[in-house]
């Protein structure tokens, strides 16, 4: 949600920033801007729509610029996604310019107070106060553009990343954080800022986190952190381990075809180094005592979109293996039903990037609550696990595309050690069970490769439901948050009417939706282990297509009991009931993204969405 980049040092600054948008573009892609100082003025330049609407105005007009730049790709909340309401913005004369990302809860009442002072606004944005309220500080302050960025952040509530230049000075760059991501990078006589690492991995892999309520000063060859008071603060500095060409198409038309097919080397990285010579799981970046784990009576997963579908698999497996009661819910509701927590609560957050806003808050609330808080993340050092008593990093190296899709195999990963690691550390399992099931997770790679060779077929059905109105998705057990994860991905790619139902669901209601030629994709459970479920779906298959339904069925390899009552067949290797969903989305995945394309739409960046959202 929004990005943000900033830079000082000798390269072009326009070029080091707009370079920096794009990496940033799938964060937010509903207008674009940037400031750059020219001969000590302030140049702006600012275009709805995606950046290379940006790109096009700025090639029009050639400009100079004079080593210091920021840069600013929008999701917008406050005012639509316009040419005025595009950031950077700047105050009345001119000489301070920022971006920002998040949102300033109080800004109806600043704008009010610097309009009475006489303060012209252009813009319906939050933002605006802001580039107002830094010009008047930064007189109030000599001329001290961190001083006054210090001085404007005590007076904001809400979240927010500013990034700030101002012309008085070429040399510096100022950013505050709270509540919203920010990362330095360090150069050789060059910094860099930015929401993502993603936007300057391109020069340097050395980052330094900034704290909660931190202000930074970045010069050429120095970077500052204060908190919001002038007192220095401390810092993370950390190396990234994966370089500029992970975040590269890679000869693929789009981020999410590359990522789809990234999956079994995404899983098998996961995997990596979590089993001990001895046989045994250690999760070193467990930040929680075996006896606090032992303690443990009740589990809640939090989370939002496909991350919450990945939590709502993870229970079935965590309450098999550890008999710990486990709820789920979705991070936007949690907080605010009152819930049930206290210091035997583990609450697991779940997050591809560590910074939905939702899930943050549920986390902060879990913990004044004295729950024990696990993360379960791919961005190192973003904020969710920096805020957990522990965390459990998924390495599926840089996701790109906004539809989450190895991020999610990941994140199943990730919940099935979670499981296990608890089973182990309770004694609820003998070790050669434990290594039974991370056998079959280490097989897991090979089975989602023998996937990806066999969904020729399901691109060109795909392609053939492109003009369909709807489509609906059952499954039971596992396979019910399959169906929804499905659902969500067509919706969120395609703009389709999508829903997923838990197939004996169906017939209290849902089941009225059914007419003839309707598309329904069943995700049919495992034969082995699970023999009842498979049974009762192979009968609402039969209910479904006795009242028309066009059935496309998704079952293990050489399942022919379903064969009759399917329309279209898909198969999928057979795997262990719990593990089936990393085989039984992958398919769903290809599914929606080949309809979307079918459609002529862009799957890297849906319209409406971004990635990682950092609002409420
Ligand atoms: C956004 C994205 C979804 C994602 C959700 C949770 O809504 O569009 O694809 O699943 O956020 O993101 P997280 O980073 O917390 O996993």
Redesign the pocket.
């Known amino acids: 949600m929004c990005g943000i980049v900033g830079y000082v040092g000798p390269q072009p600054a326009l070029e080091v920033v707009v370079d920096g948008l794009k990496r940033l573009e799938y964060r937010g892609y509903d207008s674009a801007g940037v400031a750059v100082l020219a001969d000590g003025r302030m140049d702006t330049e600012k275009r709805a729509g995606k950046l290379a609407n940006l790109k096009a105005a700025l090639a029009e007009t050639p400009r100079s610029a004079d080593g210091i730049g920021i840069g600013h790709t929008r999701w917008a909340t406050h005012g639509a996604p316009t040419d005025v309401n595009a950031h950077p913005h700047v105050d009345n004369d001119n000489r301070v310019a920022v971006i920002h990302n998040g949102i300033i809860e109080n800004f109806a009442s600043l704008r009010l107070e610097l309009e009475e002072r006489g303060c012209k606004f252009t813009s319906e944005t939050d933002t605006e106060v802001a580039a107002h309220l830094l010009g008047e500080e930064l007189k109030r302050q000599g001329e001290d553009l961190a001083a006054a960025m210090r001085a404007v952040c005590r007076r904001l509530e809400g979240a927010f990343t500013l990034v700030a230049m101002y012309a008085g000075d070429p040399d510096l760059v100022v950013a505050a954080r709270r509540n919203s991501p920010l990362v330095v990078g360090r150069g050789d006589g060059e910094n860099f800022l930015a929401s993502d690492v993603a936007a300057f991995i391109a020069h340097t892999r050395d980052a330094v986190e900034l704290g909660q309520d931190q202000v930074v000063e970045l010069r050429r060859d120095s970077v500052a952190v204060t908190d919001y008071d002038g007192n220095p603060a401390p810092v993370r500095e950390y190396h990234v381990d994966w370089d500029a060409s992970a975040a590269e198409k890679g000869g693929y038309d789009y981020f999410m075809l590359k990522e789809i097919v990234e999956q079994p080397q995404a899983v098998a990285d996961t995997l990596l180094g979590r089993v001990g010579v001895d046989g045994t799981l250690t999760l070193d970046e467990m930040r929680l005592a075996p006896s606090e784990l032992r303690d443990i009576e009740k589990i809640v997963i939090i989370?939002?979109?496909?991350?919450?579908h990945a939590g709502l698999i993870a229970k079935y497996a965590i309450e098999h293996w550890c008999r710990i009661p486990c709820e789920v819910e979705v991070?936007s509701e949690f907080r605010y039903r009152d819930p049930i927590l206290n210091r035997q609560t583990m609450v697991i957050a779940?997050?591809?990037?560590?910074?939905?806003m939702?899930?943050l808050m549920a986390v902060r609330y879990a913990r004044e609550q004295r729950a024990r808080v696990l993360a379960i993340c791919?961005v190192n050092g973003s904020t969710?696990p920096r805020e957990s008593d522990g965390v459990l990093y998924t390495h599926a190296g840089p996701e790109v595309g906004?539809?989450?899709t190895k991020?999610f195999l990941t994140?199943l990963v990730a919940c099935y050690l979670v499981g296990l690691y608890l089973a182990q550390m309770r004694n609820l399992k003998f070790g050669d069970e434990i290594n039974a099931v991370i056998e079959q997770l280490a097989n897991m790679p090979q089975q989602v490769e023998k996937v990806l060779g066999t969904v020729a077929p399901v691109r060109e059905l795909a392609r053939s439901l492109a003009d369909s109105e709807t489509v609906l998705f059952l499954g039971r057990h596992v396979g019910y948050p399959v169906a929804l994860e499905g659902a969500l991905k067509l919706k969120?790619l395609a703009y389709m009417h999508a829903e997923a139902f838990a197939a004996g669901e169906l017939k209290h209601g849902p089941i009225a939706l059914i007419e003839d030629g309707l598309p329904v994709v069943v995700v049919v459970p495992s034969r082995e282990g699970r023999g009842v479920l498979h049974d009762k779906i192979v009968s609402n298959i039969q209910e479904i297509r006795a009242r028309g339904a066009r059935t496309i069925v998704i079952a293990e390899e050489g399942d022919e009991t379903v064969r009759p009552f399917a329309d279209e067949l898909i198969g999928i290797p057979a795997v262990p009931t719990l593990l089936q969903p990393v085989v039984a989305t992958v398919p769903l995945q290809v599914f929606a993204c080949e309809l979307a394309l079918a459609k002529g739409n862009d799957v890297d960046q849906p319209r409406n969405?971004?990635?990682?959202?950092t609002v409420e």
Do not use: H, P
Not at 303 to 308: P, Q, V
Not at 350 to 356: H, K
Not at 609 to 613: F, R
């Open positions: 989370a939002c979109g496909t991350s919450y991070a779940i997050s591809q990037s560590g910074e939905s939702d899930t791919n969710i906004v539809a989450a991020t994140q969120e969405l971004a990635k990682s959202v």
